[in-house]
């Protein structure tokens, strides 16, 4: 009913930069909380950022300070802006929106 579909994902060299597009479409009744999760191969899946109604912003760990989170409410658009890639940031990374729906995943490579 409603569905999330990333885009601007691909590769790059180290320190360069990358911004993923989730454009939400459907069946869209209420606003709710979005963010960003990655899966290497072989790892767990985990949270890059999410983004409230409100604006309220939570990072994870790693990518805090390199990364920043938006959303457009009007547009139904959620952007996530990639500065400074590193290698270990390559991952499938997939869009969210609160509670279990989820995109297709982009692809992301960062080259040494």
């Known amino acids: 009913q409603v569905q999330l579909v990333e885009s601007g994902g691909g590769t790059v060299q180290a320190g360069g930069s990358l911004r993923l597009s989730c454009a939400v479409s459907g069946s869209i009744v209420s606003v709710r909380t979005m963010g960003w999760y990655r899966q290497a191969p072989g790892k767990e899946r985990e949270l890059v950022a999410t983004?409230?109604?409100?604006?309220?912003?939570q990072y994870g760990e790693f990518v805090k300070g390199r990364f920043i989170i938006s959303r457009d409410i009007v547009k139904n658009t959620v952007y996530l802006q990639m500065n400074s890639l590193k290698p270990e940031d390559t991952a499938v990374y997939y869009c969210w929106r609160s509670v279990t729906t989820w995109g297709q995943g982009t692809q992301v490579t960062v080259s040494e």
């Open positions: 983004i409230t109604t409100g604006g309220g912003l």
